[in-house]
């Protein structure tokens, strides 16, 4: 497994028009999160993450980069107050090698947004093969 800082990653970069950064949810309206793996690139951007008890608005980008024939996930994770980490459910990308898919979504935890990240991976049937992470 090998993550990738988000300087090394132009082509999600690319994707949000806009430089990644970290900075904490509460005083930032827009935050990314996103990592590359051994067949995959993905990214998440984050708005309306204010507080953990907010429902957030959430962009997916997920591009198969390695024609091998595996298809390509992306999930978000996030912490819950206690620290537990949540794994919300798997989007699949299965159009092939050098295409991009992307999803529009929304997320809310009862047990609170304390944390928010995404998992990127490369799978062959249901089995993970390789997966990066990564947190905004």
Not at 15 to 36: I, K, M, Q, R
Request: aromatic letters at 8%.
């Amino acid at each position: 497994m090998n993550k990738v800082t988000r300087a090394t990653l132009p082509l999600i970069a690319a994707v949000f028009l806009t430089a990644l950064g970290s900075n904490p949810a509460h005083a930032a309206p827009v935050d990314y999160a996103g990592c590359a793996t051994t067949g995959a690139s993905g990214a998440v951007k984050i708005t309306n993450w204010y507080n953990p008890g907010e429902k957030v608005g959430l962009s997916f980008t997920l591009s198969d980069i390695k024609p091998d024939g595996h298809h390509v996930r992306i999930r978000l994770v996030s912490k819950q107050y206690n620290d537990a980490r949540k794994n919300w459910p798997w989007r699949k990308n299965t159009r092939g090698s050098g295409r991009s898919q992307t999803w529009s979504s929304s997320a809310s935890d009862s047990n609170g947004l304390f944390e928010i990240g995404v998992q990127v991976a490369r799978f062959e049937g249901n089995k993970l093969l390789n997966s990066c992470t990564d947190w905004a």
